[in-house]
């Protein structure tokens, strides 16, 4: 089955500092990938997509890229901000007529910025 | 419209109580969705509806029953529910089950339930 994995938190960093978030997946043909975010007490809000390899998404200054040959799809941000403190899914649905669309989430990360 | 609107946002019940979530989309979307999502945990997924039919329910008890009136409306009706049913209830909503690029999900703020 499908699964996705992503690097355990939670991840504290300053102001200003550069954000990796790993995240990989498992799963048969070409899934769709995501990340969502989650601001405390809120439900979950798509921060980019990808839905072929190679493809680059992108939002709010963060970026992840689509690599099929390392079933990869990590967030990136050159800049955190403390609004940016949340907790951030990585996920996958697909392949394409299967599943109806269902979302296979990794465990989180929790991203603290400080000041 | 890009809004998936959950009422109510909290909802407290006995263990005896019949009550039902309700989730609205105006996106013309087809498939919706109900997720649940203990603390510090990843949403789980409990049904699909897609077209309006029922396509996945992931094993959910019983006590959990969905409803698809129409395209735009899901509810899911709750009865004798157990304190451990107490979570954060999301519902979501894609423009299709099937192509890549259509499984998109939007998501509503949820649900906070809990079952006293």
């Known amino acids: 089955g499908n699964s996705v994995t992503q690097m355990e938190g939670p991840v504290t960093l300053s102001e200003e500092a550069f954000l990796t978030i790993n995240c990989t997946y498992t799963?048969?043909?070409?899934?769709?990938l995501f990340w969502y975010v989650q601001y405390p007490g809120e439900g979950l809000q798509l921060l980019l997509k990808a839905t072929k390899a190679d493809d680059k998404g992108s939002n709010k200054g963060f970026e992840a890229t689509y690599r099929k040959e390392t079933t990869s799809f990590h967030l990136e941000k050159g800049s955190v901000q403390v609004s940016d403190s949340a907790v951030y899914f990585c996920?996958?649905?697909?392949?394409?007529?299967?599943?109806?669309?269902?979302?296979?989430f990794g465990q989180g990360t929790i991203l603290t910025v400080h000041p | 419209d890009t809004e998936v609107t959950q009422t109510p946002k909290h909802l407290v019940m006995g263990m005896t109580n019949k009550k039902s979530l309700k989730c609205e989309q105006h996106?013309?979307?087809?498939?919706m969705y109900w997720y649940k999502q203990k603390a510090k945990k990843p949403p789980e997924l409990m049904f699909v509806?897609?077209?309006?039919?029922?396509?996945i329910n992931e094993s959910v008890p019983s006590r959990f029953s969905p409803e698809c009136p129409n395209s735009s409306l899901l509810n899911l009706h709750l009865h004798a529910l157990q304190p451990e049913d107490s979570a954060l209830y999301l519902c979501a909503s894609s423009r299709a089950p099937y192509r890549p690029g259509d499984t998109e999900a939007f998501f509503g703020q949820g649900t906070r339930l809990t079952v006293v």
């Open positions: 996920a996958l649905s697909g392949p394409p007529g299967t599943s109806y669309g269902k979302l296979t």
């Open positions: 799963a048969t043909g070409y899934p769709s």
């Open positions: 996106m013309g979307h087809r498939a």
């Open positions: 509806y897609s077209y309006e039919k029922l396509s």
